[in-house]
């Protein structure tokens, strides 16, 4: 991935969204934030990103799995990353990727307390 790889974060918390993209941003990515499932995937048509990192739960008629599902169903090489503060075994099993995927290694991670 090259130093100016374009991020989109997808992220219903508005200031969850500003941490993520200011970390990135000082990791010298280029980064385009939106607040949900039908902004974002407008934005992924358009913008081309390399890498979709969107939260698990967004309000509104399509959360993260849809946008995971729409981003895996297109013809281009964007990795997904999916981030959730809700995270258990039972989250886990509902993301399914039928095929093996490339590792994708990010300079950057946000933890929320």
Request: proline residues 4%; charged residues 25%; negative net charge.
């Amino acid at each position: 991935m090259s130093a100016k790889a374009k991020i989109l974060v997808v992220e219903d918390e508005p200031a969850q969204a500003e941490a993520i993209a200011e970390g990135l941003q000082r990791e010298d990515y280029q980064v385009i934030t939106v607040h949900s499932g039908p902004e974002a995937l407008e934005k992924f048509r358009r913008l081309d990103p390399h890498v979709v990192v969107t939260d698990l739960r967004l309000g509104g008629s399509i959360d993260g799995l849809g946008v995971l599902r729409e981003v895996t169903k297109s013809e281009t090489s964007c990795e997904v990353v999916m981030i959730t503060a809700h995270g258990s075994i039972e989250n886990l099993s509902l993301i399914h990727i039928s095929e093996p995927t490339r590792p994708l290694y990010i300079s950057y991670a946000v933890f929320c307390l």
